[in-house]
């Protein structure tokens, strides 16, 4: 069964300073693997997506992601974080079972303090 | 409307009272889907449809029942509301064809 993780419940930075938030994942057939953001009392919104290809994707708000095959990971990552950043990201995959449903992991808090 | 609507904002509803979340998206989307969002658990799949005319079970479908009469309209309705489904509910669609969802911008309610 499909399945993701992300392993922290909460990722602090400083301003400036790189983040990454972590998802590893779980597929049976090839993956399909999103990250989504939700800032307070919004809707999620679509951040990126690997489907194929550059095992580096490049997102919205200067967000990317590396797949990583061999580790089963997904890991969300910025160069430097803005305070703006802080908000509640989801790690997703695509469930082939049926249905076209998507699954998403619990969610990561970011932090971002000025 | 631009993209998906969800009514009512916020509600608070006493145990046992039947309740309809309202969802409308104006973009023509094939698939909605009906999440309830709980801390520690991420987002959850109740009900989903994948075109107008049908529906299909998610992950906890258990007291929740929903319609897809057609391509705009989803309401997710709890015939007799439990506090247990005090919760966040989120509505969100697909095209047809493509990977990414489209989410509203929730309820919160509150069973009592």
């Known amino acids: 069964a499909q399945s993701v993780a992300q392993p922290e419940d909460q990722v602090n930075v400083a301003e400036g300073n790189p983040l990454t938030v972590k998802c590893t994942y779980s597929?049976?057939?090839?993956?399909?693997l999103f990250w989504y953001v939700q800032y307070p009392n919004r809707g999620l919104q679509f951040l990126l997506k690997?489907?194929?290809?550059?095992?580096l994707v490049k997102g919205s708000y200067g967000f990317e992601a590396e797949f990583n095959k061999s580790q089963t990971s997904f890991h969300l990552k910025k160069p430097s974080a803005l305070v703006s950043d802080s908000a509640l990201y989801f790690c997703?995959?695509?469930?082939?079972?049926?249905?076209?449903?998507?699954?998403f992991g619990a969610g990561t808090r970011l932090f971002v303090k000025a | 409307i631009a993209g998906i609507t969800q009514a009512p904002t916020s509600q608070i509803l006493a145990a046992g009272r039947r309740m309809t979340l309202r969802c409308t998206q104006d973009m023509r989307h094939n698939a909605m889907y009906w999440y309830r969002q709980d801390l520690g658990l991420g987002l959850r799949l109740i009900h989903y449809s994948n075109t107008a005319g049908t529906t299909g079970k998610g992950e906890v479908p258990d007291g929740y029942s929903v319609s897809r009469a057609n391509t705009d309209d989803f309401p997710l309705t709890l015939a007799s509301a439990v506090p247990s489904q005090t919760s966040v509910y989120f509505c969100?669609?697909?095209?047809?064809?493509?990977?990414?969802?489209?989410f509203g911008p929730g309820t919160r309610l509150t069973v009592l």
């Open positions: 690997y489907i194929t290809g550059d095992n």
């Open positions: 969100a669609s697909r095209g047809q064809g493509a990977d990414t969802q489209y």
């Open positions: 997703a995959v695509r469930d082939d079972t049926g249905g076209f449903k998507t699954i």
């Open positions: 597929v049976s057939g090839n993956p399909y």
